[in-house]
């Protein structure tokens, strides 16, 4: 089943939670982070502004920001006219599938998903707060597991939208689909090519790359490219290889080349990104 595969390799990192208050006549600005932003609404009516949108706040709101998307929180009154604060369960976190995709990567925008009626999710974030509060031993760990479960019930409630809102959770219910990423994850430095990839999914050449654009948003090429250039900036950070080894290691014969492909995506060259 699609969580079961989903959460099987769903490596989750969490920051603490904290309660950002904003009043009706302020207003809270968030820089673009690295990690995910989440902010669920426990109290009040605000908006946040972002990506070229704006979102209604209302208690029981979850919403999902992606990485480097700028925004901010305002609170509004109260319909009865009264001021009131908005209080809002503020975090960041990183959930990546496999070793190199980020399980919001895709999001065009912020994704706002409404909680109301939904007591599990209200108490997910109460405990995350209570934990983040006690800074007691096996933190990371706790966070990690309520954080687990608030996405299995954000996945189910998105899987059972007529639209899911991250189409290639659904690519992940195709055997042939599936197997294809898992493949790509698994072996970024294979020498990967669309044919290949389609006779691993069992696909035809020209439905296999509809489908996997259609899901992903990019062609399976352009994919294997960002999976091996994030691997290649994981082995930068955590090695001492030469960057003459990790392009190799990732699976560019030349050193230019790698240089040129991974100073697009990163926006630095690779020895550089590594003194970083």
């Known amino acids: 089943m699609?969580?079961?595969?989903?959460?099987?390799?769903?490596?989750?990192?969490?920051?603490?939670?904290?309660?950002?208050?904003?009043?009706?006549?302020?207003?809270?600005?968030?820089?673009?982070?690295?990690?995910?932003?989440?902010?669920?609404?426990?109290?009040?009516?605000?908006?946040?502004?972002?990506?070229?949108?704006?979102?209604?706040?209302?208690?029981?709101?979850?919403?999902?920001?992606?990485?480097?998307?700028?925004?901010?929180?305002?609170?509004?009154?109260?319909?009865?006219?009264?001021?009131?604060?908005?209080?809002?369960?503020?975090?960041?976190?990183?959930?990546?599938?496999?070793?190199?995709?980020?399980?919001?990567?895709?999001?065009?925008?912020?994704?706002?998903?409404?909680?109301?009626?939904?007591?599990?999710?209200?108490?997910?974030?109460?405990?995350?707060?209570?934990?983040?509060?006690?800074?007691?031993?096996?933190?990371?760990?706790?966070?990690?597991?309520?954080?687990?479960?608030?996405?299995?019930?954000?996945?189910?409630?998105?899987?059972?939208?007529?639209d899911c809102s991250l189409p290639w959770l659904r690519a992940l219910d195709d055997p042939g689909l599936a197997d294809v990423v898992d493949l790509i994850l698994a072996q970024p430095e294979q020498p990967h090519s669309v044919d290949s990839l389609a006779a691993s999914a069992s696909m035809s050449r020209t439905a296999f790359a509809t489908a996997f654009a259609t899901s992903f948003g990019q062609t399976p090429m352009a994919f294997v490219r960002e999976v091996r250039l994030r691997r290649a900036a994981e082995l930068l950070r955590t090695t001492t290889l030469s960057i003459d080894g990790i392009a190799r290691a990732v699976g560019y014969d030349s050193r230019s080349q790698f240089s040129r492909a991974f100073q697009r995506l990163f926006m630095e060259a690779p020895g550089r990104y590594r003194q970083v």
């Open 2 to 162: 699609l969580l079961d595969r989903l959460l099987s390799d769903l490596s989750i990192q969490v920051e603490p939670f904290a309660v950002c208050r904003v009043s009706d006549t302020s207003r809270l600005r968030f820089r673009g982070f690295g990690w995910v932003t989440l902010h669920f609404v426990l109290e009040g009516r605000g908006r946040m502004h972002g990506a070229g949108r704006t979102v209604d706040l209302r208690p029981s709101t979850l919403v999902v920001v992606p990485p480097g998307t700028p925004h901010s929180i305002e609170g509004m009154a109260r319909s009865t006219g009264t001021a009131g604060d908005l209080e809002v369960a503020c975090g960041r976190i990183n959930a990546v599938y496999g070793p190199h995709l980020g399980l919001f990567d895709r999001l065009p925008g912020p994704l706002v998903v409404d909680f109301a009626g939904s007591p599990d999710v209200e108490r997910v974030f109460a405990r995350l707060l209570e934990e983040a509060q006690a800074e007691t031993a096996g933190l990371q760990a706790m966070t990690s597991a309520l954080m687990r479960e608030c996405l299995v019930l954000l996945l189910r409630k998105l899987c059972a939208e007529p």
